[in-house]
Structures are given as C-alpha cells and as structure tokens.
C-alpha cells in the first residue's frame, strides 16, 4: 500500500505519457518517510522493539499501534506474556497488563504492527501536494512553475526546511504523533 499510486501521482502532474514513470515512481517512495516523518506509521509494518518497564506500562515508539504480536523476555527464564492478556492504546503506544499487574521481569522484546491500515483521503491529498511541489520545484520553469506559481517558497518551516510546504503540514496536524513519542 502506497501513499500514491502511479496513476494518481500522474493524474497530479497532468502526465500523460509513461516517459517519467521511473522517475515519478522513485518520488512516491520518497514520499513516506518525509510524510511518516511527521505523522508516524502510515503504511501497516511489523516493529520490534526491546523495552524496559518496571511499571504499569510498556510504550512502544511507532504509532499509531494496531496489534500486538508477541511479548518475550529478553532475559532467560522469563516467561512470555499472551498478547490477549495485555491492552493496547494504540493511539497513544500504550499497553498495559489486562489484570492490572506490573511488568516485572523485563526488559521485553516487543513484537507489533504499526500504522493506519487505510490512508486517510487527506493523507493522500496531502501527498499528493508534496509531490507536486517537489516534482515543480526540481525543474523550476521547466515544469510550469513561474515566479508567481503557488510553489514558490520563500520561508523554510522550522526542521524542514523547503522540501514541504506549509499547506502540507497543516493537512497533516489533525494526524500528528503525540509528544514524545518517535
């Protein structure tokens, strides 16, 4: 599951023929990492994380999580735990001991499956911005782009740069990872 599909990807950039097809192909690969950059886990992947937790809790660093596979100790002799014995709150990377009780024993090796499972329409739409505007700002005017066109930046956002437009992190706020986490 891409962010983008080919065909969408052309039908942005008014491309018509199969002439860019590699290229543009190499752009909507790019495109995931800069997006999940900012938003966490798109596109559904298992993670496997060691986690230390005297507590209540384990929090795993990809989220959104939507499953948990296993939970092992690291260390010998520890028992593993059943991934139905536990919750996930994987909104917030979460999990916590059904009956309540601390996860003593570790650190854990955590086994679980991130991302959203489907892309959000404004997910792709916003994808589809940033392709558009790296793909018009590669080639200047060779590509349409004018000194007055819309992609035209003139202020770098804080950590990013000019690689994605304002308009781009504004659509994505709504799906933002919480602090402090990845």
Known sequence: ???LTLAEAKAQLDIETT??????????NALTPIIERYIGPVENRTVTETLDS???????????????TTITPVLAGGLALNPSDV??????GIIRRINGSFFAGGP????????RGQIDPTINVAARILLQHLWRTQYGAARGVSSSDDFDVNEPVAGWGYAV????????????VPPGVA
């Open 87 to 92: 919750a996930l709150d994987g909104a917030a």
């Open 1 to 3: 599951m891409a962010l």
């Open 165 to 176: 437009p304002n308009r781009v992190l504004q659509m994505l706020e709504a799906f933002k």
């Open 19 to 28: 002439l860019h097809d590699q290229e543009l192909t190499a752009y909507i």
């Open 54 to 68: 005297k507590g209540l809790t384990l929090a795993v660093t990809q989220v959104p999580a939507v499953s948990i």
């Open 108 to 115: 854990w090796e955590v086994a679980y499956v991130a991302g």
